[in-house]
Nanobody, 125 residues
Framework: QVQLMASGGGSVQAGGSLRLSCKAS????????MGWFRQAPGKEREGVAV????????LYGDSVMGRCAISQDNAEHAVTLQMNNLKPEDSGTYYC??????????????????WGQGILVTVSS
């Protein structure tokens, strides 16, 4: 059974930085997309960033472009999201995700079969 163990997050003031990590178990790490979605209260889930470990290709949501970087740890089968210059609108619950098949529209939550536990990120102004 695939398991995604996420860690990190917390509270920070606007302009600060946070790092989220997610380790995958029992997952075909190099042949499936992994990444992060987030959801703010009253809003739909939003794709933040994803990475394809087999090639290192990355994709980012428009709202975080230039402020976030997703990377991989091949030995740990983990992905990390470094978030900089955080804004209050970045607040929400962040979810680590992993696909188990070819992904079409990466920003569509339905493309990702596996979801980790949510991590709360709070950015105060």
């Amino acid at each position: 059974q695939v398991q995604l163990m996420a860690s990190g997050g917390g509270s920070v003031q606007a302009g600060g930085s946070l790092r989220l990590s997610c380790k995958a178990s029992n997952h075909d790490f190099f042949n499936n997309w992994m990444g992060w979605f987030r959801q703010a209260p009253g809003k739909e889930r939003e794709g933040v960033a994803v990475i394809y470990p087999g090639s290192g290709r990355t994709l980012y949501g428009d709202s975080v472009m230039g402020r976030c970087a997703i990377s991989q740890d091949n030995a740990e089968h983990a992905v990390t999201l470094q978030m900089n210059n955080l804004k209050p609108e970045d607040s929400g619950t962040y979810y680590c995700v992993a696909a188990n098949r070819r992904v079409g529209s990466w920003y569509d939550p339905k493309e990702f079969e596996y979801w980790g536990q949510g991590i709360l990120v709070t950015v105060s102004s």
